[in-house]
């Protein structure tokens, strides 16, 4: 029902930036909140940043002050700002959406949750 597609992922030095982009395609408007994981080879998949769609944004204590979430209210696009790399920001960065259960004028929207194929983030120092 839903399509993600990550992009902006890349090869940056410590301390630059990257902004990654999620395009959210299908029955966006079933999205209830979109967020943004990271996964480092050997390690599980951790939780970087979620939005609400009212707006209300969370970022992990790992990132904070460093990375921001935001979406394009009109567009189905969520946004990751990251600031001050760090080489142990080095991770697949995926998309993930979240669509809960109701009936639309032209939509049924059921309780899933939606995943990119992920955009890689290698930090170099």
């Known amino acids: 029902q839903v399509q993600l597609v990550e992009s902006g992922g890349g090869l940056v030095q410590a301390g630059g930036s990257l902004r990654l982009s999620c395009a959210a395609a299908?029955?966006?408007?079933?999205?209830?909140?979109m967020g943004w994981y990271r996964q480092a080879p050997g390690k599980e998949r951790e939780l970087v940043a979620t939005i609400t769609r009212g707006s209300i944004t969370n970022v992990a204590d790992s990132v904070k002050g460093r990375f921001t979430a935001s979406r394009a209210n009109a567009e189905s696009t969520l946004y990751l700002q990251m600031n001050s790399l760090k080489p142990e920001d080095t991770a697949v960065y995926y998309c993930?959406?979240?669509?809960?259960?109701?009936?639309?004028?032209?939509?049924?929207?059921?309780?899933?949750?939606?995943w990119g194929k992920g955009t890689l983030v290698t930090v170099s120092s």
């Open positions: 993930n959406a979240q669509t809960f259960v109701a009936t639309m004028p032209t939509t049924l929207c059921f309780g899933m949750d939606y």
């Open positions: 299908g029955d966006t408007i079933c999205i209830s909140a």
